[in-house]
Nanobody
Framework: QVQLVQSGGGLVQTGGSLRLSCQAS????????VAWYRQAPGKQRELVASITIRDTTRYADSVRGRFTISREKVKNTVDLQMNSLKPEDTAVYYC???????????????WGQGTQVTVSS
């Protein structure tokens, strides 16, 4: 099972930026797909962004144009660059190593530990 370790996150004001990283225990470019999820208090975990082994990226409508997911070869990470942050982006963010079946992302049991992102108004 792939081990994932997250870093980044924290507290930022509205309009600010943060970058999250998800480091894998195996070559990141060998993983079929990696996704970032988030879970706000009292809400279900939602898929935010994903990237496939062929560098196809997908985004939730709520973050498209503000967030960018990328794979970083040197660091062996999948990063989530978050710009123009809003209070509604406040959540615990998790990365996951999974796969795609057609257009559906299939999460595996390999999750990062979670990282708090708080956007103040």
């Amino acid at each position: 099972q792939v081990q994932l370790v997250q870093s980044g996150g924290g507290l930022v004001q509205t309009g600010g930026s943060l970058r999250l990283s998800c480091q894998a225990s195996i070559r990141i470019f060998s993983i079929n797909a990696v996704a970032w999820y988030r879970q706000a208090p009292g809400k279900q975990r939602e898929l935010v962004a994903s990237i496939t082994i062929r560098d196809t990226t997908r985004y939730a409508d709520s973050v498209r144009g503000r967030f960018t997911i990328s794979r970083e070869k040197v660091k062996n990470t999948v990063d989530l660059q978050m710009n123009s942050l809003k209070p509604e982006d406040t959540a615990v963010y998790y990365c996951n190593a999974g796969s795609y079946s057609g257009s559906d992302y299939l999460p595996s049991t390999s999750w990062g530990q979670g990282t708090q992102v708080t956007v103040s108004s």
